[in-house]
Nanobody, 115 residues
Framework: QARLVESGGGLVQPGGSLRLSCAAPGNIFTGNTMAWYRQAPGKQQREWMAHITSRGETTYGGSVKGRFTISRDNAKNTVDLQMNNLKFEDTATYYC????????WGEGTQVTVSS
């Protein structure tokens, strides 16, 4: 069964940028709103950060609005997250999934912001 696969994480200095990508199975991606989430170290809950509808309408959480940009490629079943002006508090494991219709969570991709 196809799974969510996140990639693009890494170590970056404060103020730096990263671009995350997620490949999603068609039964989750097609026609559905997709979202990015993150789980910070020591926290049990994943935090919703942003989502994008199948038509490209976007919504962002307050902590990332103006710094992160979510996008999707409906032909490739991928959803990306461009992260700019990264801060220490952005350190987390990042996941993508549907907003309302979800698949099993992928492994995520680790983002570490450190000087």
């Amino acid at each position: 069964q196809a799974r969510l696969v996140e990639s693009g994480g890494g170590l970056v200095q404060p103020g730096g940028s990263l671009r995350l990508s997620c490949a999603a199975p068609g039964n989750i991606f097609t026609g559905n709103t997709m979202a990015w989430y993150r789980q910070a170290p020591g926290k049990q809950q994943r935090e919703w950060m942003a989502h994008i509808t199948s038509r490209g309408e976007t919504t962002y959480g307050g902590s990332v609005k103006g710094r992160f940009t979510i996008s999707r490629d409906n032909a490739k079943n991928t959803v990306d997250l461009q992260m700019n002006n990264l801060k220490f508090e952005d350190t987390a494991t990042y996941y993508c999934n549907g907003l309302n219709i979800r698949a099993a969570w992928g492994e995520g991709t680790q983002v570490t912001v450190s000087s």
